[in-house]
Every structure is written in C-alpha cells, then in structure tokens.
Nanobody, 121 residues
Framework: QVQLVESGGGLVQPGGSLRLSCAAS????????MGWYRQAPGKERELVAA???????NYADSVKGRFTISRDGARNTVYLQMNSLKPEDTAVYYC???????????????WGQGTQVTVSS
C-alpha cells in the first residue's frame, strides 16, 4: 500500500502563485512516475503535469509556461509550482504515483485525497 500526503492548496488571487507538495510512503520498490491531476466541478479529471523516474516531464497545454513539476527522488516527493494562476485553474488537485513493489509486480496507481485550489478575486 502506498500513501500520498498532499499540502499547499488554498485561495489565491489571479496572477498569484501556489506550491503544492505530495510525499509518498509505503511499499515502494520502483517509483515509475509521479504527477498531478485536477478536476473541476462537472468536469472529468485531467492530467496537469507528470514526471517520470528518468526526469522527463509532461504538461497539459493549458499550463505550459506557468506550472513546473519537480521531483525529489530521495524523499519520494513531487512538487507543483503554479505561477500566473487564472480562475480557470480552480479545481481539486490530486497527487498520483505509479509504483511497483517488485520486478514482477503489476504497476499500482495511487492517489492522494485531493487539495482544493481556488483562484478568485
């Protein structure tokens, strides 16, 4: 079992910044990737940003140039620096980790509890 603990959400004005963090713990033999998804009311959950174990990153087009994902492999922690926030960024943000507990084990996708980000004046 893998546990993900998120922090950093809150209320911010348009143009402001927030930094989300997520720490993973538990049965982690291989951490394949970590990332962030978000879900607005009435909308499907969508990928915001992800980082693989080798360091490659992937961003949604809507956040490129504004958000930066980073990972501390030693601590199994992922961060999302969000700058130039817009009202349309308002959503619940979920941390994700894809892990394996052995070479022959299936990949387990784990989720955090979600943290609310609200961008409003």
């Amino acid at each position: 079992q893998v546990q993900l603990v998120e922090s950093g959400g809150g209320l911010v004005q348009p143009g402001g910044s927030l930094r989300l963090s997520c720490a993973a713990s538990g049965s982690i033999f291989i951490m394949s990737a970590m990332g962030w998804y978000r879900q607005a009311p009435g909308k499907e959950r969508e990928l915001v940003a992800a980082v693989a174990s080798g360091g490659s990153t992937n961003y949604a087009d809507s956040v490129k140039g504004r958000f930066t994902i980073s990972r501390d492999g030693a601590r199994n922690t992922v961060y999302l620096q969000m700058n130039s926030l817009k009202p349309e960024d308002t959503a619940v943000y979920y941390c994700n980790a894809d892990t394996r507990r052995g070479w022959y084990a299936d990949t387990l996708r784990s989720w955090g509890q979600g943290t609310q980000v609200t961008v409003s004046s």
